[in-house]
């Protein structure tokens, strides 16, 4: 299964470090990634790839949840159909 995580906020060290590691720890592959800051926003998408069911999934996304708020930005993931339904022209 794949989904899509997106990650906004006031850029500042170690928020790559912090998803990449949550990511890494529950053996989900990133696919893709596109990272930039505009004056001093940082922006990221990221297509990832997880292994198993949905039950990982739920983990994963409770965990950058708790991630974002501690070090202060948005993370949202969301299923790639779901993402690429709602994104349609």
Known sequence: ?????SVMGIDRTGIIAKVSGCLYNHGVNILDINQ???????TM????EFKDGSAEYNTVMTELD????????????????????????
């Open 1 to 5: 299964m794949k989904a899509v995580v």
């Open 36 to 42: 930039t800051i505009m004056q001093n926003i940082f």
């Open 45 to 48: 998408v990221m297509l990832v």
């Open 66 to 89: 708790e991630i974002g708020r501690e070090i202060g930005v948005d993370i949202r993931m969301q299923h790639e159909d779901i993402f690429n339904s709602m994104h349609r022209i």
